[in-house]
C-alpha cells in the first residue's frame, strides 16, 4: 500500500496540544496494526530548534540520528514506541537552506527562485520523503504555529497542492481549534473556530476533520453548528476535553471516533477494534497509586514545564512502574547556597540534577549534589548534570578546591570536565555537539550494570564537554566508579559511587527513551531506590 497522508492543523491559538493529538491519533492507528509515524513542519527560520533558549521553546529532543528537534518528536516517541529521525521534523530554516545552496549551485539556472513553486515544492518533497520507502501506511504530518501567521502559509500552501494532487483517498486534513468557555455568559463559543477554519479555507484547504478543545462537553447541538458553518459533515467535529493525563487522550479520542473516522476516509479496510491492552495497564497503573515519592528537580529552567519535558515524562513512566506517584519540587538551582541547600532539599526522596548549558546556576547544582551524596539521598544527574556530580566529588573528596568544568572556568588546574577533543576545531554552534545515540560497554559488577542487565547499551547524548579521562585513576581511587565507557573512543559515559544508597550521573541522555510501556531502567531504578 502507499502511504496515506493525514495534515493537521491548528487555530485560534497556540498550545492546544496538536502534539499529543497527532500522536494519540497515532497511537490508535498503529494500535489498529497500521504502521504510522509522525513528522512535524515548523514555520520558524531556525535550520533546527538546537539553538533555541528552552525558556523560548521548551527541551530540544535528540533522535537516535542525531538531529536535535522539536519536544513533540519526544510525544511522538513516547506514545508510538518507535524512532524518529531527522526526516520526522522539518523547519522553514531547513526548506530555504536547501532552496538557497540549490540555486548557488545552479539547479535552477534561468529561473526566478519563488516561495511557489520553489519553496512549496521542497516543502512537499520532504512532507513525502517518509511515503518513500513503503514503511508506513499512514503518515501524519503536524504543521506548527497557528493558521493565519504569515511564517505558516508557504506549509499551508503545500498542504493545499498535495490534497489536489494525491487521490481523494490518499489524504485528509485534520484541524484543531478552541471552543472558549465565557463564563460570564456560561456559554461555550464557537465563533473563533468559525474564522479559524474560514482562514484555513481561503487558503483552499478545506478541513475533513475538527477537533475542538474544550473544558465543558460540547453538545450536539453545538457540534452541529460548528460542522454547519465549517463546511465539514455532521459527525466529523469531535471533541478533545481537557483530560487529567495526556496518556489518557488516545482513549478520548478512540471515544470520540476520530480513528474511525480517518481510516474511514482514507479508505483503509481496517475493521480491528485499536488493541491498547499494555496502554491500559500502564494508565490503570498510573492512576491507582499505591504510595508517594517526592523528588527535587534541580535546574535553571524550571519555570517553564517544558524545558524538561522528557525528565518529567520519564518520572511519570517510572512512577508508574512503580507503583507511585511521583511529585516533582522543581529547584531552581541559582538560588542554592551553601547555606540554605538544606531548606530546599530536605524532606526529599531523590534528587535529579538537570541538563544544562552556561555557567548560571552550576554552583547551585554543585551544592546540590553535595547535599544528595553527603545525606545519601538517591542522586541522578543527566548530563551537565553528570559533570557537576564530577566536579562536587574533585573538590569536597579529592580535595581539589578549583575543580571546575572548563566550559565555565577554562583557567582552572583542575579541569576533571573538559572539551572533547573533536570539539576543539568547531566553531559553529549549530548541530555540531556529540549528538545522537552512541554505544556504551558497562562494566559488570557495577550498579549500572545491574540496572540495565547486559553489557552493552546505546544511549543518545547532546555535549560538548566530558569526564577528563587524565583524572580517572584519581576518581577510581577516590570511589567514584566510571561505570560504562564508549567502546571506541573510551570515553567516560556513566559514573557511580558503589558506597551510596543510589548515586548515578549520565553523560547521556536517558530520558529520551523512556515510554510508557518500556520506562527506562535508570529512572525506574532511581524512583525505587527513592522509595526505600
Ligand atoms: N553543557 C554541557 C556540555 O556541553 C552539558 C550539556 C547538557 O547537559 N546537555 O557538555
Not at 536547501?98 to 512549496?120: C, D, F, M, N, S
Not at 512502574?321 to 541559582?334: F, M, Q
Request: glycine fraction near 8%.
Amino acid at each position: 500500500m502507499e502511504s496515506k497522508y493525514v495534515f493537521i492543523t491548528g487555530g485560534v491559538v497556540s498550545s492546544l496540544g496538536k502534539g499529543i493529538i497527532a500522536a494519540s491519533l497515532a497511537k490508535l492507528l498503529q494500535a489498529r496494526g497500521l504502521r504510522v509515524t509522525i513528522q512535524k513542519f515548523d514555520p520558524y527560520i531556525n535550520i533546527d530548534p538546537g539553538t533555541l533558549n528552552p525558556y523560548e521553546h521548551g527541551e530540544c529532543y535528540v533522535t537516535e540520528d542525531g538531529a536535535e528537534t522539536d519536544l513533540d518528536l519526544g510525544h511522538y516517541e513516547r506514545f508510538l514506541g518507535v524512532h524518529t529521525s531527522q526526516a520526522n521534523n522539518v523547519t522553514t530554516g531547513r526548506i530555504y537552506n536547501t532552496v538557497i545552496t540549490k540555486e548557488r549551485e545552479g539547479a535552477y539556472l534561468g529561473k526566478t527562485v519563488q516561495i511557489v513553486p520553489h519553496i512549496t515544492d521542497e516543502i512537499k518533497r520532504r512532507m513525502t520523503l517518509l511515503g518513500q520507502d513503503g514503511k508506513y501506511d499512514i503518515i501524519l504530518t503536524e504543521i506548527g504555529g497557528t493558521v493565519g501567521d504569515m511564517e505558516s502559509q508557504p506549509f499551508i500552501e503545500a498542504v493545499r497542492q498535495l490534497q489536489w494532487e494525491l487521490p481523494e483517498e490518499d489524504c485528509m486534513s485534520i484541524h484543531l481549534t478552541l471552543v472558549p468557555f465565557l463564563n460570564a455568559a456560561k456559554e461555550l463559543k464557537t465563533k473563533p473556530t468559525q474564522h479559524s477554519v474560514q482562514k484555513l479555507q481561503q487558503s483552499g484547504v478545506q478541513p475533513d476533520v475538527i477537533i475542538c478543545r474544550t473544558e465543558h462537553p460540547l453538545s450536539d447541538d453545538i457540534k452541529r453548528k460548528v460542522a454547519l458553518f465549517c463546511n465539514v459533515k455532521p459527525g466529523h467535529v469531535i471533541q478533545s476535553i481537557d483530560a487529567w493525563s495526556i496518556y489518557q487522550v488516545p482513549l478520548n479520542m478512540h471515544a470520540e471516533h476520530l480513528d474511525e473516522l480517518v481510516v474511514r476516509k482514507l479508505q483503509i479496510e481496517n475493521f480491528n477494534a485499536p488493541d491498547l491492552t499494555r496502554w491500559n495497564e500502564f494508565l490503570y497503573r498510573l492512576s491507582h497509586p499505591s504510595r508517594e515519592v517526592d523528588i527535587a528537580l534541580v535546574g535553571k529552567y524550571v519555570s517553564l514545564q517544558d524545558a524538561y519535558k522528557s525528565i518529567l515524562e520519564a518520572l511519570v513512566h517510572a512512577g508508574a512502574a512503580n507503583d507511585c506517584k511521583v511529585n516533582v519540587h522543581t529547584v531552581l538551582s541559582d538560588d542554592i547556597t551553601e547555606e540554605n541547600v538544606a531548606d530546599y532539599l530536605k524532606g526529599m526522596n531523590g534528587i535529579l540534577v538537570a541538563p544544562g548549558f552556561g555557567g548560571r546556576g552550576l554552583e547551585g547544582k554543585v551544592h546540590a549534589i553535595r547535599y544528595a551524596r553527603e545525606n545519601n539521598i538517591p542522586f541522578l544527574g543527566i548530563c551537565l548534570g553528570m559533570q557537576m556530580c564530577v566536579v562536587e566529588f574533585a573538590r569536597n573528596v579529592l580535595g581539589y578546591a578549583d575543580a571546575a568544568s572548563t566550559e565555565l572556568y577554562p583557567d582552572t588546574t583542575h579541569p576533571v570536565i573538559d572539551l572533547m577533543e573533536e570539539q576543539k576545531k568547531t566553531t559553529m554552534k549549530g548541530g555540531t555537539m556529540r549528538l545522537g545515540a552512541y554505544d556504551c560497554k558497562l562494566a559488570k559488577g557495577t550498579l549500572a550494570y545491574d540496572i540495565y542487565g547486559c553489557e552493552n547499551i546505546s544511549e543518545r547524548h547532546r555535549h560538548r564537554y566530558e569526564f577528563n579521562a587524565k583524572y580517572a585513576k584519581d576518581f577510581a581511587e577516590a570511589g567514584l566508579v566510571a561505570s560504562g565507557h564508549n567502546p571506541q573512543t573510551g570515553l567516560t559515559e556513566i559514573v557511580e559511587l558503589p558506597t551510596h544508597k543510589f548515586f548515578i550521573g549520565s553523560q547521556f541522555h536517558p530520558e529520551y527513551k523512556s515510554t510508557p510501556e518500556k520506562p527506562h531502567p535508570l529512572f525506574r531504578r532511581f524512583i525505587q531506590a527513592a522509595l526505600q
